[in-house]
């Protein structure tokens, strides 16, 4: 079975060919989900009116920058959580913390979400994930579900290899998949292999502060880094990623990228990194701790693998790592016990940019070609250590036993799947029952809405033989998607009252504007179903500043009720913040514009919402 050629042009002619089949397999396909779809599997994701679903599923959004909320086995779509993309709806990017984290972008584009781990499970405290598109890196808290912290990582452009955090959220590594110049200043793409690297970062999220901080970066060779995982127990202090392009291509990457027959997995131990920078060993690049892996020794190591790999994943009991070839139709089982020990020996075949490279023989168990299987990209894992891989072009998901590398079962999927998510996936203890396949093409699954579709995720009944027993559209575009038990996600019904705050107000007597020269403050209050701006007014619900004013409003929601959330808005002044129950929230502006302008409440809060309005007047300057 060789007609899949493992070369560029091959691969692109291979996903043309798979899309092109598409409208045929769909035809048989669809008809093996309608029946599929009989009572016992509706049966199976009907969650009846008041009760709730099993799990929780933060999908990534992509370049909507935005992460998606749903509930399993129901797959209802629940919430819409902005990151790095402004949002209308709850006022996201407006007011001044998170218009502040956004630092001036306007998009971004969410890859692989983590969730924060105490002993290699789930914790259900935080969320990380990160932004290709303007390379930054986010947190979300769990407990009121909104982003807590942003940062911009310099030196590196698209961490996509990333967020896989180690077994107790030491560490969130962000490998790039852009290389650049450090600093990234100008220097030409003829230096290339001179001047540009493909830096690793090492973040660090402090929990009582809530801030992600980075300790220290790496300057790999100038290549892409695609995929990582962190090791778990025997493996804890390790963690592994994926290169593409060591070919050192800048231009048709297609074709240029894709030359040689073995790419590389990095290895590396975070402990011993760790180490390097407290004795120092690193190098002061634009404020950030640089370690050079070709002037500090062992720590990091390449292994080779079959050329242009995207996944590689971690077993749960943290024995192996699995990497998949997008160019090659393999999944190879790596022991990092042999790993340890051909380091331990020095067993090593040469060196690249001058980096131990460990030879592929010592540490490979075995490579697993599933007959006619194409595309292998990412392997979840069920509680019994079974691998289930996700195959882009036969579109299929494959279950297979890392242990001996024989097929179990396969399943196929509507269509060309990415990555696909197992109950409580990436901890040391999967728990079966589950498999969602994130699917990059949902091709005629539902209504046209014309000719761009909706991606879809599929959910598999792994219990058993596998089985698709329901099938959600989802807004592009999934690329990662963490599964975690709804039980372990505690959320807080209000926010609590914080008397230390003196920007929050909690009477309403005590709403006041404050006038000092062109700066306006507002202390103000929403409850059902009123603004006060200034209770000692005789329009309490009005703010007159002057044209030119500074205004800053600070808006406490006094209704300590679960679910009563307000909005505020000021016509035409393109302005919009919510505030949640319980919660003081601030937005600043300049009033450039003279003139009235009606201010309302834009969430649906009480019978008399219509009347919770108010007016924003601005007299002209003369
Ligand atoms: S990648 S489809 Cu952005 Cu996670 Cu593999
Ligand atoms: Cu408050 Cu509507």
Redesign the pocket.
Known sequence: MKKWIPIASGLLAGFVAATISFADFSKSTNTEVASSSTKSAAEKVYVPFGEKDDYYLFASGGHSGQMFIYGVPSMRHIRTVPVFSPDSATGYGFDEHSKEMMGGYTWGDLHHPAFSETNGDYDGKYMFATDVGNSRAAVMNLETFTVKDIIEVPNTSGPHCAAFVTENTEYMFLPTRFAVPLGSEYKSLDEYSEQYRGVMSAVTFDQNSEKLNIAYQVALPPWSYDLSDAGKKISKDWAVLTTYNTEEATTNLEINASQADRDFIVLFNWKELEQMVKDGKYEDVGGQKMIFPEKQKGVIYLIPVAKSPHGVDVTPDGKHFIASGKLAPAMTVFSFEKAFEAVEKGDFAGERNGIPIIKYESVMEREVNPENALGPLHTQFDDKGMAYTTMFISSEVVKWDPNTGETLDRVPVQYSPGHSVAAEGDTVAPDGQWLIALNKIAKDSYLSVGPSHPESMQLIDISGKMKVIQSSPVNPEPHYAQMIKADKIKTIEVYPKNEKNELATYKQEDAKIVRNRNKVDVYGI????KFIFDAKAKRPDVIEVNEGDEVTIHLTNIDFDED????FAINSYDLNIEVQPGQTNTIKFTADKAGTFPL???????AL?QE?TGYFLVKPKN
Do not use: V
């Open positions: 929403a409850m059902r179903s009563i959330t307000h909005g309302y409440c834009t969430n649906f809060c009480s919402h919770m």
